[in-house]
């Protein structure tokens, strides 16, 4: 080997040394940057003529087990979906309240039955009656409380679904721009290794949204399918589709057609949690808008249904004809059983009743049909009421199974449906999140470890100083050679 065929392996060294401290120096930097994959060079023989020529950097590779990054993201969505379930179910559970509670639905409904038989004992008393009136209006003021409050729920998750499908057609469509500036650099034999991160971060966003699945094609190009099996990145990104309503109402439903479902270019998809698109933070918005919601607003509404059936039956108050108001009524009037949907929301005392109404409180004594004052003495109406409400029998709609019920007891077992609802979504949520923490530490561990990144650092001063030393004694030897 001559003098500068020592000097060139020697000077290739130098080179590929300095290759390998930007890369140590990179994978230290980013060692906390979300979707930075850690590099690692790759070093080859170099040769020229048939001739070992030094060491040639082969190429810097991203390191990344796409197996754990795709469960990674699957179990992140899942863990999102249960999440927003969860928080749903838990805020409804509060605001029904716990029976311990004094401000509780079945704490307030507790003390209007109360009321009812302390009125009874003394029914000359308008206090004891203002004090019914007042307790029915707590009952009823908090079934138009839920009411209103799950209507809220739904349009915050259809304002959530529109910012979340306009975040999912961007980061689609920057997705397939790098997928272009990617093949067009690898072209021009550039690095594009900062480049896949910045789309395996986008991949990740999307995949909060919908659970996706990352497919690798030729030239580092990636193509997008949902779990649900819709194709969102194939070539060419999909365009989705959704419009956002302003109010909701609960009439108001996807199945009905007033309410927008999802669109893929143009063409109609499920919009169901377990379809297309579900799995997600999506699919979960979507599971309260459409399924969660107007589930509790059934079984509100059969709650409210029973109440005034039970206080407007002539067998309990012979003042009323059949079909006319008792109590409690549908925002003021008789009840009509084909319009019971939104009944919790439009639920209020009978105004006749009312004082502040222009009504008067002998009809809870008398009969709300009573066309005369009565005598002050009798109670049989304000004990047929309360009667009535502890009388056991079975609802005329709502999810309450076949066992006959007193109002207290169904209003008992709706919050224990609510809480059921909400402790078996907390069993999914645990099992997703502990899923997710692990996946996640797991992937942390394959990350830039900072401390192997310091050894490498060392072993390459000492590869670039063995290199100068080279460098310096060859040039000792030149001078030698030119001293002769």
Do not use: C, W
Request: aromatic share 4%.
């Amino acid at each position: 080997m001559g003098i500068s065929q020592t000097l060139s392996n020697a000077l290739s060294g130098l080179t590929a040394a300095s290759r390998m401290a930007e890369v140590v120096a990179s994978n230290t930097a980013n060692a906390l940057t979300d979707g930075y994959a850690r590099r690692e060079i790759s070093l080859g023989a170099q040769v020229v003529g048939q001739q070992g020529a030094g060491v040639r950097v082969l190429s810097i590779d991203r390191i990344v087990n796409e197996t754990l990054r795709s469960d990674l993201r699957l179990s992140d969505a899942a863990a999102q979906n249960a999440s927003l379930r969860g928080d749903f179910l838990s805020t409804f559970e509060a605001r029904i309240g716990t029976p311990e509670d004094a401000s509780s639905l079945s704490s307030k409904f507790a003390e209007f039955e109360a009321s009812l038989v302390e009125a009874g004992s003394r029914p000359e008393s308008e206090a004891r009656l203002s004090t019914v009136l007042s307790a029915a209006r707590e009952v009823t003021g908090h079934l138009n409380t839920l009411s209103a409050e799950l209507q809220d729920s739904r349009m915050d998750a259809d304002r959530k679904i529109a910012t979340q499908v306009d975040a999912l057609n961007s980061a689609l469509a920057q997705v397939d721009e790098l997928n272009a500036t990617i093949l067009a650099g690898k072209a021009a034999g550039h690095d594009t290794n900062a480049l896949k991160d910045q789309r395996q971060t986008l991949v990740d966003r999307i995949s909060s949204i919908v659970p996706t699945r990352q497919v690798p094609r030729e030239n580092d190009q990636i193509a997008l399918f949902t779990t649900g099996g819709a194709v969102l990145l194939e070539g060419n990104p999909v365009e989705i589709g959704f419009t956002a309503r302003g109010i909701i109402t609960p009439d108001m439903t996807h199945d009905g057609g007033v309410l927008s479902g999802l669109t893929l270019n143009g063409n109609a998809v499920s919009s169901d949690d377990d379809g297309f698109f579900g799995g997600g933070t999506l699919g979960a918005l979507f599971a309260i808008r459409d399924t969660l919601a107007p589930k509790l607003q059934v079984q509100i509404d059969a709650l409210s249904r029973n109440l005034i059936e039970r206080v407007s039956d002539p067998a309990v108050d012979p003042t009323l004809s059949g079909g006319a108001a008792g109590l409690f009524t549908d925002g003021g009037g008789p009840l009509d059983p084909l319009n019971e949907t939104g009944l919790a929301g439009r639920i209020v005392i009978n105004p006749l009743a009312d004082p502040e109404q222009g009504g008067s409180l002998s009809l809870l004594r008398d009969g709300f049909g009573a066309s005369t004052p009565g005598p002050v003495s009798n109670a049989d109406n304000l004990f047929a009421l309360a009667t009535a409400l502890t009388t056991a029998s079975a609802p005329a709609s709502g999810n309450f199974g076949p066992s006959l019920h007193s109002s207290a007891e169904l209003f008992a077992s709706f919050l224990s449906q609510v809480t059921s609802d909400r402790q078996s979504n907390e069993a999914t949520q645990t099992y997703a999140t502990t899923r997710y923490d692990t996946l996640k530490e797991q992937s942390l561990a394959e990350g830039v470890d900072t401390d192997h990144e310091m050894q490498k650092l060392l072993q390459i001063e000492e590869l670039y100083s063995a290199n100068a030393r080279v460098i310096q004694t060859v040039d000792a030897l030149i001078k030698q050679l030119l001293e002769i």
